[in-house]
């Protein structure tokens, strides 16, 4: 609302928050259980002489370091870059509230880095003690910058006790109801996920059998253990949710699909680890290898959709809702109106249309108290022209943060496909009727601009479909 509006074609800017934090997650979770395995394994690499598997181990942190601090390093400044334009109004809101929990966080990645670099470039080169220690202390500063983030993004699901008036302060926000279902699943993920890599990469790069069937058993505990957390911390991110979320998994066709398929990939991944690695680590060829790391990562990306998904109608739940309003204003916009609220919608008004201000509140209940006004009553005057292209004003600030327009992700175009005019308009005054919407944030004018913009993107009925008349229309 008070914030310029950023529009991305097709995709709409939050999704394009998701697609990039769905790569960046596959990626980081990698540097935090990749840095325990190169620990664990290079001290057992010392400890048994094996000269073969330390070269090895070599490669591997090489492909290690550019995947995750190069590649990892670049999709996680892209979340920020993306959602500090997509949805600015939640992001002030965790910038207020983790100040501190950033910058430990930014602590921990220096020292991540330094270690990766060092243990990498010095590898040979020191103590064996040493390296090791360095390993560790890699993956102990990777799995608490996985904490510290996993406090901030739980938070969004569901602040606790963080909403009611005197507990806004930095602990309460991060040790939030969904903390520990969240760092339980996402350590397990790390472990589960960094396994199937690893398993990928030995079975592309090792020609002998006897150091992949090595690899493949030394990594199926940790990888059997991953998936168990994974489990666990799901089934206690589901107990913790809001009452809100659980309704929206219920109701909703879509989330109810990929809760079925998240249980039977999570199912297809442990009895193929069981199967394979554990029982039968001859089998690691890389399409084995290949198919057991496209279902763990099919497995993570439907997990992460349905955590974002249930969030809806809010960003960050109780505090920022899908519209970049705040649940507190919504009454006041409702007077005022959506135009007259925002701060860019009222300027652009002001630019435009003249005629439509005036000045002089004298409201005293107007906690805006911004002049000037944009005048509800004269937006049904304007000309059709004016009236479409506010009502999309409206729109994009409104809607277009879940909704494409004519077409692209639950684009509103096909979405209102053949309902009348009344059915629209009754539609966007009873927007929250639909469990994941905010409700309606403006004065009966606007929802009329809005409808008539709707009207001229929505498309008729598919031609052809017989659904037998109505009594009324028999003549
Ligand atoms: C916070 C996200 C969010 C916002 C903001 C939002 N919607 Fe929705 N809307 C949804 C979701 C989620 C669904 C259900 C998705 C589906 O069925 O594909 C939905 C469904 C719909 C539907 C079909 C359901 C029905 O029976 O009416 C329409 C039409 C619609 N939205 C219009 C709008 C309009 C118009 C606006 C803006 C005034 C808007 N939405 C704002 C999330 C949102």
């Not at 806004?168 to 939030?176: G, I, K, M, R, Y």
């Not at 739940?317 to 507190?328: A, D, F």
Request: proline share 5%; hydrophobic share 50%.
């Amino acid at each position: 609302m008070h914030y310029p509006w950023w529009y991305v074609p097709y995709l709409t800017s939050p999704m394009l928050i998701a697609v990039i934090s769905v790569v960046h997650v596959l990626v980081s979770h990698y540097a935090v259980g990749g840095g325990l395995f190169l620990a664990v394994e290079v001290n057992h690499a010392y400890r048994t002489q094996d000269r073969k598997y330390l070269e090895y181990l070599k490669r591997h942190a090489r492909f290690f370091i550019l995947l995750t601090v190069v590649f990892g390093a670049i999709t996680g400044v892209g979340i920020w870059w993306t959602i500090g334009l997509a949805s600015p109004l939640a992001t002030e809101v965790l910038i207020r509230t983790f100040v501190f929990g950033w910058a430990t966080e930014w602590v921990f990645f220096v020292l991540e880095i330094t270690a990766a670099f060092v243990f990498f470039y010095y590898w040979g080169r020191l103590p064996e003690k040493t390296h090791v220690a360095i390993g560790w202390i890699y993956a102990l500063a990777a799995w608490i910058s996985l904490v510290l983030i996993t406090g901030i993004t739980a938070f969004m699901l569901n602040p606790g006790a963080w909403v009611e008036r005197g507990h806004q302060d930095f602990w309460t926000a991060f040790f939030n109801p969904q903390f520990l279902p969240q760092t339980i699943a996402r350590t397990g993920g790390a472990l589960l996920l960094s396994s199937l890599y690893v398993y990928l990469h030995a079975s592309l790069t090792i020609p002998e059998a006897a150091m992949r069937d090595m690899i493949a058993s030394r990594s199926a505990r940790p990888a059997l253990v991953g998936a168990v957390l994974v489990t666990a911390g799901g089934v206690l991110w589901y107990y913790f949710l809001p009452p809100s979320a659980k309704a929206a998994l219920d109701a909703a066709a879509v989330l109810n699909v990929l809760v079925v398929l998240i249980f039977a990939l999570t199912i297809v991944v442990f009895f193929l680890l069981y199967l394979g690695p554990y029982r039968n680590p001859g089998w690691l060829s890389p399409g084995f290898a290949g198919a057991l790391c496209l279902f763990g990562i099919a497995a993570f990306s439907t997990g992460e959709f349905i955590r974002e998904a249930v969030r809806k109608p809010f960003v960050v739940y109780n505090v920022v809702l899908g519209n970049q309003v705040r649940p507190e204003e919504v009454a006041s916009l409702q007077r005022s109106g959506y135009l007259d609220g925002g701060r860019w919608t009222n300027a652009l008004v002001q630019e435009n249309y003249p005629q439509l201000i005036w000045v002089g509140s004298t409201d005293p209940e107007d906690i805006f108290l911004r002049d000037p006004h944009v005048d509800n009553r004269k937006l049904l005057a304007l000309p059709v022209k004016d009236r479409l292209r506010l009502g999309a004003v409206i729109f994009q600030y409104h809607c277009n943060d879940c909704h494409a327009a004519k077409q692209g992700y639950s684009a509103v175009g096909p979405l209102l496909q053949g309902r009348s005019r009344e059915l629209v308009l009754s539609t966007v005054k009873h927007l929250d009727s639909v469990l994941f919407m905010p409700p309606w944030c403006g004065r009966n004018a606007e929802a009329e601009l809005l409808t008539d913009y709707l009207m001229s993107i929505s498309r008729p009925r598919p031609a052809g479909m017989r659904l037998g008349l109505q009594v009324s229309e028999v003549k």
